[in-house]
């Protein structure tokens, strides 16, 4: 039936399209075409004005008048739908995925249902039986299945309706009086109905779960969105303050051009004044030297007397002493100036300056001359840094409280586990970055305390680990009776005045690090005087109470 299918289809197929031919035309030699494609054949041979047939080449002059073969189209229109039927029809038989009905003979259809008494899968025609015979209609009916054979014994041939619990393997009824007599056994359908209860239960417990990690991944894209509308803030504040600072440099790059072309000015005009003075000079010299050369040819003496004192008397000199070019050592002092302004930003601009978040302001504070440090406590507090401690990484022996600024030993904390906490030190960091010029006061009471500023890469773990003794932090170490600096491991003792209250002033750029006795008049305890390379953290190593005032 295909191949006829595919002759019939050949049959009527359109030698040009190689389709079933659409509004079929005969020609006069008896071969046929659709009418669209033999007249676009034509339209190419307009120019020769001779048309040809496509198949055996006879030509026709002039071109033949086309008209519909109704007969032929016919034809073609119940080979169509014929085709369409045989289409549906192979809709319902059995493919080589599908489950085949076990009953049908020939080509067989695709499988309705299967039966797990029968243990045969059959179509609807032939499943009927079961829905009208009363000793069918109790056998479990369930969807077709390839795997029927699975429940067959493969010992005993039988149908495995038991399950043994003990060796958690379905049997037959004839394995309990051999292999498993006297297991725990029970029908494959109440073992089926337990496990569909544990089942019941182990889905919702991942439904719940489920809705866990949905409102998780729901709080996630939420920090995402969070943090890309904070970095395109950030990003076009950034390109704000940048192009402030373009065009604060722009502007000072023309004024100082203007100021060097004025000077330019300035000084080449006073230059050209005195060159056209002596010039004129010169011109007066030269006419002169003529006359007294003329007059020294003079033969008559008495001539020569009479007119030697009005020709020979000469003008003052045009003072010239200015001609020394002094004004090039101004250009020299302003690229000098201009040199030692580009250090200045290649400093503040390096790699180094992470954390610098300069605006129009700062800009004008970082290119200006420093300011002297401050000396009384009113001066401090100008610069004065609202700092809070950083939980994550306070050590498990350190309890947080008055909204994290203050710290105190006490018994283990129920602290969760973070790369970020020290483990072996009872210390503490800032959760804020400390750059340019800062000031904070910290009180503290009972035993030690080590007042610190450190990089945030300083090691959590290790005796290296604490404040000092590494070269990733500096601290001053507080008693009742003296103080210590340590730094890279080497302690430096300090004297000074008894104090419960230490200030620290740090000025980042200038790399100034100063720890004072808290009073009127701030007496220094320690001053460090060197580069920073990071920004910095304030730190807390106590063992006792320890307040950010």
Same mark, same amino acid.
């Given at each position: 039936m295909a191949?006829?299918?595919?002759?019939?289809?050949?049959t009527?197929?359109?030698?040009?399209c190689?389709?079933?031919m659409?509004?079929?035309?005969?020609?006069?030699?008896?071969?046929?075409?659709?009418?669209?494609?033999?007249?676009s054949?034509?339209?190419?041979?307009?120019?020769?004005?001779?048309?040809?047939?496509?198949?055996?080449?006879q030509t026709?002059t002039?071109?033949?008048v086309?008209?519909?073969?109704?007969m032929?189209?016919?034809?073609?229109e119940?080979l169509?739908?014929?085709?369409?039927q045989?289409a549906?029809a192979?809709?319902?038989?059995?493919?080589?995925?599908?489950v085949?009905?076990?009953?049908?003979?020939?080509?067989?259809?695709k499988?309705?249902k299967?039966c797990?008494?029968?243990?045969?899968s059959?179509?609807?025609?032939?499943?009927?039986?079961?829905?009208?015979?009363?000793?069918?209609?109790?056998?479990?009916? =369930?969807e077709?299945?390839?795997?029927l054979?699975?429940n067959i014994?493969?010992?005993?041939?039988k149908?495995?309706e038991?399950?043994?619990?003990t060796?958690?393997?379905?049997i037959?009824?004839l394995?309990?009086?051999?292999?498993?007599?006297?297991?725990?056994?029970?029908s494959?359908a109440?073992?089926?109905?337990?496990?569909?209860?544990?089942?019941?239960?182990?889905?919702l417990?991942?439904?719940?779960?489920?809705?866990?990690?949905?409102?998780d991944?729901?709080?996630l894209q939420?920090?995402?969105e969070?943090?890309?509308?904070?970095?395109?803030?950030?990003?076009?504040?950034?390109?704000?303050?940048?192009?402030?600072?373009?065009?604060?440099?722009?502007?000072?790059?023309?004024d100082?051009?203007?100021?060097?072309?004025?000077?330019?000015?300035?000084?080449?005009?006073?230059v050209?004044?005195?060159?056209?003075?002596?010039?004129?000079?010169?011109?007066?010299l030269?006419?002169?030297?003529?006359e007294l050369?003329?007059?020294?040819?003079?033969?008559?003496?008495?001539?020569?007397?009479?007119?030697?004192?009005s020709?020979?008397?000469?003008?003052?000199p045009t003072?010239?002493?200015?001609?020394?070019?002094?004004?090039?050592r101004?250009?020299?002092?302003?690229t000098?100036a201009?040199?030692?302004?580009?250090?200045?930003?290649q400093?503040?601009?390096?790699?180094?300056?992470?954390?610098?978040?300069?605006?129009?302001?700062e800009?004008?504070?970082?290119?200006?001359?420093?300011?002297?440090?401050?000396?009384?406590?009113?001066e401090?507090?100008?610069?004065?840094?609202?700092?809070?401690?950083n939980?994550?990484?306070?050590?498990?022996?350190?309890?947080?409280?008055?909204?994290?600024k203050?710290?105190?030993y006490?018994?283990q904390?129920?602290y969760s586990?973070?790369t970020?906490?020290?483990?072996?030190?009872?210390? =503490?960091?800032?959760?804020?970055?400390?750059t340019?010029r800062?000031y904070?006061?910290?009180?503290?009471?009972?035993?030690?305390?080590?007042?610190a500023v450190?990089?945030?890469?300083?090691?959590?773990?290790?005796?290296?680990?604490?404040f000092?003794?590494?070269d990733k932090?500096?601290?001053?170490?507080?008693?009742?009776?003296?103080?210590?600096?340590?730094?890279n491991n080497?302690?430096?003792?300090?004297s000074?005045?008894?104090?419960?209250r230490?200030?620290?002033?740090?000025?980042?750029?200038?790399?100034?690090?100063?720890?004072?006795r808290?009073?009127?008049t701030?007496?220094?305890?320690h001053? =460090?005087?060197?580069?920073?390379?990071q920004?910095?953290?304030?730190?807390?190593?106590?063992?006792?109470?320890?307040?950010?005032?």
């Open positions: 191949q006829n299918d595919q002759l019939d289809r050949e009527f197929s359109c030698v040009i190689l389709d079933l659409k509004d079929p035309v005969g020609l006069s030699c008896g071969h046929n075409y659709c009418m669209s494609c033999i007249k054949h034509w339209d190419g041979e307009d120019q020769r004005r001779i048309y040809s047939c496509p198949q055996c080449r026709f002039p071109r033949p086309l008209k519909k073969n109704t032929l189209a016919a034809l073609v119940q169509k739908k014929a085709g369409l045989a549906a192979d809709h319902f038989y059995a493919g080589p995925e599908d085949a009905c076990d009953v049908c003979t020939g080509r067989k259809l499988a309705f299967s797990l008494q029968c243990l045969i059959y179509c609807e025609n032939h499943l009927q039986p079961h829905y009208t015979v009363g000793q069918f209609k109790k056998h479990k009916l =369930v077709p299945s390839k795997k054979q699975e014994c493969s010992r005993h041939d149908v495995m038991i399950f043994c619990r060796d958690k393997k379905s037959c009824y394995c309990t009086m051999e292999d498993h007599k006297g297991h725990d056994t029970v494959a109440a073992e089926r109905t337990e496990r569909q209860r544990e089942l019941e239960v182990s889905r417990n991942i439904q719940q779960r489920i809705q866990h990690r949905e409102k991944v729901k709080l939420q920090e995402v969070a943090v890309s509308r904070f970095a395109d803030k950030a990003v076009e504040d950034s390109e704000k303050i940048f192009t402030q600072l373009i065009c604060l440099l722009q502007k000072r790059s023309t100082v051009k203007q100021q060097i072309r004025s000077q330019q000015e300035t000084e080449v005009s006073g050209k004044e005195l060159q056209e003075k002596l010039q004129q000079e010169i011109t007066e030269k006419r002169k030297d003529a050369k003329q007059l020294s040819h003079t033969e008559d003496h008495n001539q020569f007397l009479h007119n030697y004192p020709v020979s008397q000469l003008r003052a003072d010239s002493s200015s001609i020394n070019i002094s004004p090039l101004y250009f020299e002092d302003v000098a201009v040199s030692e302004l580009r250090d200045k930003l400093d503040i601009l390096r790699d180094k300056w992470t954390n610098i978040s300069l605006t129009e302001t800009v004008d504070v970082l290119l200006s001359e420093p300011e002297p440090e401050p000396k009384t406590r009113a401090f507090l100008k610069y004065s840094r609202e700092i809070t401690l939980p994550n990484t306070a050590h498990t022996q350190l309890l947080l409280s008055d909204g994290n203050k710290v105190e006490t018994s904390q129920s586990s973070h970020d906490r020290f483990t072996n030190h009872w210390q =503490v960091l800032s959760r804020q970055s400390l340019g800062c904070w006061e910290v009180e503290w009471s009972r035993r030690g305390i080590y007042v450190a990089y945030k890469n300083i090691s959590r773990a290790g005796s290296e680990s604490g000092g003794f590494n932090s500096w601290s001053l170490y507080c008693s009742t009776n003296s103080y210590v600096f340590c730094f080497i302690r430096t003792p300090v000074g005045p008894d104090s419960s230490v200030g620290v002033y740090l000025d980042h750029r200038a790399g100034i690090l100063s720890f004072y808290v009073s009127e701030m007496t220094l305890l001053r =460090v005087q060197t580069t920073f390379t920004p910095l953290y304030a730190g807390l190593n106590v063992g006792g109470t320890a307040e950010l005032c």
